[in-house]
Protein backbone atom coordinates (compact mmCIF):
# COMPACT_ATOMS: atom_id res chain seq x y z
CA UNK A 1 0.00 0.00 0.00
CA UNK A 2 1.25 3.38 -0.51
CA UNK A 3 2.29 5.32 2.88
CA UNK A 4 0.28 8.73 3.13
CA UNK A 5 3.37 9.78 5.25
CA UNK A 6 5.72 9.27 3.15
CA UNK A 7 7.62 12.57 1.94
CA UNK A 8 9.87 13.59 -0.24
CA UNK A 9 12.29 11.00 1.02
CA UNK A 10 9.75 8.17 -0.42
CA UNK A 11 9.24 9.80 -3.53
CA UNK A 12 12.73 9.72 -3.70
CA UNK A 13 13.48 5.82 -3.92
CA UNK A 14 10.99 5.55 -6.45
CA UNK A 15 13.03 7.62 -8.78
CA UNK A 16 14.75 4.26 -10.48
CA UNK A 17 11.15 2.37 -11.63
CA UNK A 18 9.99 5.84 -13.17
CA UNK A 19 13.37 6.20 -15.11
CA UNK A 20 12.37 2.38 -16.32
CA UNK A 21 9.11 3.06 -17.33
CA UNK A 22 10.22 6.04 -20.07
CA UNK A 23 12.97 3.83 -21.22
CA UNK A 24 9.84 1.05 -22.18
CA UNK A 25 7.93 3.78 -23.59
CA UNK A 26 10.87 4.23 -25.62
CA UNK A 27 11.71 0.86 -26.86
CA UNK A 28 7.89 0.37 -28.11
CA UNK A 29 8.71 3.79 -30.21
CA UNK A 30 11.59 2.63 -31.69
CA UNK A 31 9.97 -0.67 -32.51
CA UNK A 32 6.13 0.57 -34.12
CA UNK A 33 8.64 2.99 -36.25
CA UNK A 34 10.73 -0.10 -37.65
CA UNK A 35 7.46 -1.86 -38.38
CA UNK A 36 6.40 0.81 -39.95
CA UNK A 37 9.62 1.19 -42.06
CA UNK A 38 9.17 -2.41 -43.17
CA UNK A 39 5.69 -2.51 -43.83
CA UNK A 40 6.43 0.66 -45.82
CA UNK A 41 7.70 -1.16 -49.16
CA UNK A 42 4.44 -3.21 -48.82
CA UNK A 43 1.83 -0.40 -48.53
CA UNK A 44 3.64 1.49 -51.30
CA UNK A 45 3.54 -1.47 -53.41
CA UNK A 46 -0.24 -2.39 -53.07
CA UNK A 47 -0.89 1.84 -53.54
CA UNK A 48 0.57 1.77 -56.83
CA UNK A 49 -1.73 -1.55 -58.10
CA UNK A 50 -4.01 0.13 -60.40
CA UNK A 51 -8.02 -0.97 -60.01
CA UNK A 52 -7.93 -3.53 -62.55
CA UNK A 53 -4.90 -5.09 -60.66
CA UNK A 54 -6.09 -4.43 -57.11
CA UNK A 55 -9.76 -6.35 -57.91
CA UNK A 56 -7.53 -9.09 -60.00
CA UNK A 57 -5.49 -9.30 -56.36
CA UNK A 58 -8.64 -9.89 -54.97
CA UNK A 59 -10.65 -12.18 -56.82
CA UNK A 60 -10.52 -15.90 -55.84
CA UNK A 61 -9.51 -17.82 -59.01
CA UNK A 62 -12.62 -19.44 -61.36
CA UNK A 63 -9.80 -21.97 -62.66
CA UNK A 64 -10.67 -24.87 -59.76
CA UNK A 65 -14.04 -24.98 -60.68
CA UNK A 66 -13.96 -25.10 -64.41
CA UNK A 67 -11.35 -28.04 -64.17
CA UNK A 68 -13.85 -29.56 -62.35
CA UNK A 69 -16.91 -28.74 -64.55
CA UNK A 70 -14.96 -29.82 -68.07
CA UNK A 71 -12.82 -32.76 -67.12
CA UNK A 72 -14.53 -33.81 -63.79
CA UNK A 73 -12.01 -35.75 -61.42
CA UNK A 74 -9.47 -36.76 -64.45
CA UNK A 75 -6.01 -35.90 -63.77
CA UNK A 76 -4.14 -33.21 -65.26
CA UNK A 77 -0.43 -33.31 -65.59
CA UNK A 78 1.75 -29.69 -65.38
CA UNK A 79 5.31 -28.90 -65.75
CA UNK A 80 6.05 -30.64 -69.08
CA UNK A 81 6.80 -30.20 -72.78
CA UNK A 82 3.39 -31.88 -74.15
CA UNK A 83 2.05 -28.69 -74.83
CA UNK A 84 3.25 -24.73 -74.44
CA UNK A 85 1.35 -21.38 -74.51
CA UNK A 86 2.42 -18.03 -75.85
CA UNK A 87 0.46 -14.99 -74.70
CA UNK A 88 1.42 -11.86 -73.69
CA UNK A 89 1.97 -10.94 -70.06
CA UNK A 90 0.69 -7.61 -70.66
CA UNK A 91 -2.30 -7.64 -73.73
CA UNK A 92 -1.58 -3.97 -75.80
CA UNK A 93 -4.99 -4.61 -76.70
CA UNK A 94 -7.93 -6.90 -74.92
CA UNK A 95 -9.81 -7.37 -78.05
CA UNK A 96 -7.36 -8.93 -80.27
CA UNK A 97 -5.04 -10.84 -77.54
CA UNK A 98 -2.38 -13.26 -79.68
CA UNK A 99 -2.53 -16.85 -78.77
CA UNK A 100 0.13 -19.55 -80.10
CA UNK A 101 -0.21 -23.03 -79.07
CA UNK A 102 2.29 -25.29 -79.33
CA UNK A 103 2.36 -29.38 -79.30
CA UNK A 104 5.03 -31.80 -78.39
CA UNK A 105 5.06 -34.56 -81.86
CA UNK A 106 6.18 -37.17 -79.57
CA UNK A 107 2.64 -36.85 -77.30
CA UNK A 108 0.43 -37.60 -80.07
CA UNK A 109 -1.89 -34.65 -79.35
CA UNK A 110 -5.43 -35.13 -80.61
CA UNK A 111 -7.38 -32.20 -78.39
CA UNK A 112 -6.52 -28.77 -77.25
CA UNK A 113 -9.30 -26.74 -75.12
CA UNK A 114 -8.41 -23.33 -74.53
CA UNK A 115 -9.43 -21.72 -71.25
CA UNK A 116 -9.86 -17.89 -70.41
CA UNK A 117 -10.72 -18.39 -66.99
CA UNK A 118 -12.05 -15.07 -65.93
CA UNK A 119 -14.03 -14.32 -69.33
CA UNK A 120 -18.04 -14.55 -69.03
CA UNK A 121 -17.91 -17.94 -71.11
CA UNK A 122 -14.11 -19.75 -70.49
CA UNK A 123 -14.18 -21.87 -73.12
CA UNK A 124 -12.89 -19.85 -75.81
CA UNK A 125 -12.60 -22.77 -78.54
CA UNK A 126 -11.97 -26.50 -78.37
CA UNK A 127 -9.61 -28.10 -81.01
CA UNK A 128 -9.95 -31.53 -82.82
CA UNK A 129 -6.65 -32.56 -84.57
CA UNK A 130 -6.63 -35.38 -87.06
CA UNK A 131 -4.31 -38.06 -86.19
CA UNK A 132 -1.29 -37.82 -88.99
CA UNK A 133 -2.10 -34.15 -89.73
CA UNK A 134 1.87 -32.92 -88.65
CA UNK A 135 -0.32 -29.94 -87.03
CA UNK A 136 1.90 -28.73 -83.86
CA UNK A 137 1.23 -25.11 -83.84
CA UNK A 138 -1.45 -23.47 -84.13
CA UNK A 139 -2.55 -19.76 -83.35
CA UNK A 140 -5.55 -17.61 -82.83
CA UNK A 141 -6.76 -14.23 -81.36
CA UNK A 142 -8.87 -13.84 -78.28
CA UNK A 143 -10.90 -11.82 -76.02
CA UNK A 144 -10.02 -11.38 -72.68
CA UNK A 145 -12.28 -9.20 -70.57
CA UNK A 146 -10.58 -8.94 -67.03
CA UNK A 147 -6.66 -9.89 -65.94
CA UNK A 148 -6.84 -13.75 -65.91
CA UNK A 149 -4.81 -16.94 -66.10
CA UNK A 150 -5.23 -18.85 -69.93
CA UNK A 151 -5.24 -22.25 -69.37
CA UNK A 152 -4.47 -24.70 -72.16
CA UNK A 153 -5.38 -28.53 -71.64
CA UNK A 154 -3.90 -31.00 -74.60
CA UNK A 155 -5.43 -34.39 -74.52
CA UNK A 156 -3.04 -37.82 -76.16
CA UNK A 157 -4.38 -40.30 -78.22
CA UNK A 158 -4.23 -42.33 -75.15
CA UNK A 159 -6.25 -40.19 -73.27
CA UNK A 160 -3.77 -38.07 -70.94
CA UNK A 161 -4.44 -34.72 -70.26
CA UNK A 162 -1.29 -31.81 -69.68
CA UNK A 163 -2.19 -28.49 -68.50
CA UNK A 164 -0.43 -24.90 -69.20
CA UNK A 165 -1.30 -21.43 -68.49
CA UNK A 166 0.06 -17.80 -68.62
CA UNK A 167 -1.42 -15.17 -66.91
CA UNK A 168 -2.70 -12.12 -69.06
CA UNK A 169 -3.37 -8.08 -68.31
CA UNK A 170 -6.03 -7.42 -70.06
CA UNK A 171 -9.33 -6.17 -69.67
CA UNK A 172 -13.28 -4.96 -71.18
CA UNK A 173 -12.34 -7.77 -73.99
CA UNK A 174 -15.31 -9.05 -74.39
CA UNK A 175 -17.24 -5.57 -74.42
CA UNK A 176 -14.65 -3.66 -76.67
CA UNK A 177 -16.46 -2.00 -79.54
CA UNK A 178 -16.32 -3.83 -82.79
CA UNK A 179 -13.21 -2.39 -84.96
CA UNK A 180 -15.49 -2.55 -88.24
CA UNK A 181 -18.55 -0.46 -89.23
CA UNK A 182 -21.22 -3.03 -88.83
CA UNK A 183 -22.69 -2.56 -92.40
CA UNK A 184 -19.47 -2.86 -93.84
CA UNK A 185 -18.72 -6.39 -91.65
CA UNK A 186 -22.05 -8.12 -93.13
CA UNK A 187 -21.19 -7.20 -96.25
CA UNK A 188 -17.68 -8.95 -95.97
CA UNK A 189 -19.23 -11.46 -93.55
CA UNK A 190 -18.38 -14.99 -94.03
CA UNK A 191 -15.06 -13.98 -96.56
CA UNK A 192 -12.39 -16.12 -96.36
CA UNK A 193 -8.43 -16.03 -97.19
CA UNK A 194 -6.22 -18.54 -96.75
CA UNK A 195 -1.96 -17.81 -97.01
CA UNK A 196 0.56 -20.14 -97.33
CA UNK A 197 4.16 -19.64 -96.07
CA UNK A 198 7.72 -21.39 -96.48
CA UNK A 199 8.38 -24.67 -95.38
CA UNK A 200 10.28 -25.25 -92.11
CA UNK A 201 11.92 -28.33 -90.30
CA UNK A 202 10.51 -29.85 -87.15
CA UNK A 203 11.54 -32.75 -85.66
CA UNK A 204 13.74 -33.72 -88.84
CA UNK A 205 10.38 -33.97 -91.40
CA UNK A 206 9.39 -30.73 -93.59
CA UNK A 207 6.37 -28.90 -92.23
CA UNK A 208 4.23 -26.21 -94.04
CA UNK A 209 2.57 -23.21 -92.67
CA UNK A 210 -0.94 -21.94 -93.55
CA UNK A 211 -3.48 -18.68 -91.82
CA UNK A 212 -6.93 -18.78 -92.56
CA UNK A 213 -8.80 -15.66 -91.95
CA UNK A 214 -12.47 -15.55 -91.98
CA UNK A 215 -14.48 -12.19 -91.83
CA UNK A 216 -17.14 -12.46 -89.11
CA UNK A 217 -18.06 -9.68 -86.71
CA UNK A 218 -18.00 -12.52 -84.00
CA UNK A 219 -20.13 -10.38 -81.80
CA UNK A 220 -20.04 -11.55 -78.39
CA UNK A 221 -23.58 -10.06 -77.23
CA UNK A 222 -21.80 -7.81 -74.72
CA UNK A 223 -20.84 -5.12 -76.85
CA UNK A 224 -22.98 -2.15 -77.49
CA UNK A 225 -24.00 -0.32 -80.85
CA UNK A 226 -22.11 3.36 -80.80
CA UNK A 227 -25.10 5.14 -81.60
CA UNK A 228 -28.50 3.22 -79.84
CA UNK A 229 -26.48 2.22 -76.95
CA UNK A 230 -28.13 -1.08 -77.10
CA UNK A 231 -26.36 -4.40 -77.04
CA UNK A 232 -25.77 -6.59 -79.91
CA UNK A 233 -27.10 -9.70 -80.48
CA UNK A 234 -24.41 -12.70 -79.98
CA UNK A 235 -23.58 -14.08 -83.23
CA UNK A 236 -20.23 -15.92 -83.62
CA UNK A 237 -18.46 -18.87 -85.57
CA UNK A 238 -19.93 -21.69 -83.52
CA UNK A 239 -18.02 -24.25 -85.69
CA UNK A 240 -15.16 -24.64 -88.10
CA UNK A 241 -13.62 -27.58 -90.37
CA UNK A 242 -10.26 -27.55 -92.37
CA UNK A 243 -9.31 -30.07 -94.70
CA UNK A 244 -6.56 -31.22 -97.43
CA UNK A 245 -7.80 -33.14 -100.22
CA UNK A 246 -10.90 -34.46 -98.42
CA UNK A 247 -8.95 -35.21 -95.05
CA UNK A 248 -9.70 -33.55 -92.20
CA UNK A 249 -6.79 -31.46 -90.62
CA UNK A 250 -8.50 -30.07 -87.69
CA UNK A 251 -11.77 -29.03 -86.18
CA UNK A 252 -13.03 -26.49 -84.23
CA UNK A 253 -15.66 -25.23 -81.56
CA UNK A 254 -15.51 -22.12 -81.02
CA UNK A 255 -17.34 -19.22 -78.54
CA UNK A 256 -17.34 -15.52 -77.68
CA UNK A 257 -13.80 -15.05 -76.75
CA UNK A 258 -12.99 -15.36 -80.33
CA UNK A 259 -11.75 -12.22 -81.68
CA UNK A 260 -13.37 -10.49 -84.68
CA UNK A 261 -12.80 -11.75 -88.29
CA UNK A 262 -11.22 -14.87 -86.30
CA UNK A 263 -7.94 -16.01 -87.94
CA UNK A 264 -5.86 -19.53 -87.52
CA UNK A 265 -1.96 -19.69 -88.04
CA UNK A 266 -1.16 -23.69 -88.12
CA UNK A 267 1.47 -26.13 -89.65
CA UNK A 268 0.97 -29.11 -91.18
CA UNK A 269 2.90 -32.16 -93.14
CA UNK A 270 1.84 -33.22 -97.05
CA UNK A 271 1.99 -32.05 -99.97
CA UNK A 272 1.45 -28.31 -100.34
CA UNK A 273 -0.09 -28.63 -103.67
CA UNK A 274 -3.07 -30.34 -102.21
CA UNK A 275 -6.37 -27.80 -102.05
CA UNK A 276 -7.54 -26.44 -98.94
CA UNK A 277 -11.25 -26.86 -98.38
CA UNK A 278 -12.52 -24.19 -95.17
CA UNK A 279 -16.36 -24.53 -93.44
CA UNK A 280 -17.56 -21.89 -91.11
CA UNK A 281 -20.92 -22.27 -88.96
CA UNK A 282 -22.37 -19.55 -87.10
CA UNK A 283 -24.69 -19.14 -84.30
CA UNK A 284 -27.50 -17.86 -86.85
CA UNK A 285 -27.25 -20.91 -88.85
CA UNK A 286 -25.06 -19.64 -91.77
CA UNK A 287 -22.63 -21.38 -93.53
CA UNK A 288 -19.39 -20.58 -95.16
CA UNK A 289 -17.01 -22.41 -97.40
CA UNK A 290 -14.22 -22.10 -99.94
CA UNK A 291 -11.99 -24.55 -101.72
CA UNK A 292 -8.71 -23.20 -102.16
CA UNK A 293 -6.91 -24.01 -104.91
CA UNK A 294 -2.77 -24.14 -104.53
CA UNK A 295 -1.79 -20.79 -106.21
CA UNK A 296 -4.63 -19.45 -104.66
CA UNK A 297 -4.09 -16.98 -101.54
Known amino acids: MLDAHAGPHRQATH??????SLASVLSLAVLAVSALTLSAPAAFAQSTLSPAE?????????????KGDLFGDRPLVEGTDAIALEAPARATDPAIVPVKLTLDPAKNIRKVTLVIDENPAPVAATFDIAEGSGLTELSTRVRVNAYTDIHAVAESADGTLYVTKQYVKAAGGCAAPAAKDAE??????????????AAADIGGAATHEAQLMIRHPNNSGLQKDQVTLLYIPAHFITDLEVDRGGERLFSMTGGISIS??????????????????????DTDGNVFEKTFAPEQS
Open 15 to 20: GSPRRT
Open 54 to 66: AAAAAMESAWPGL
Open 184 to 197: VAAKQMGQMKLRAF
Open 260 to 281: EDPSFRFNYRGDPSVPFHAKAT
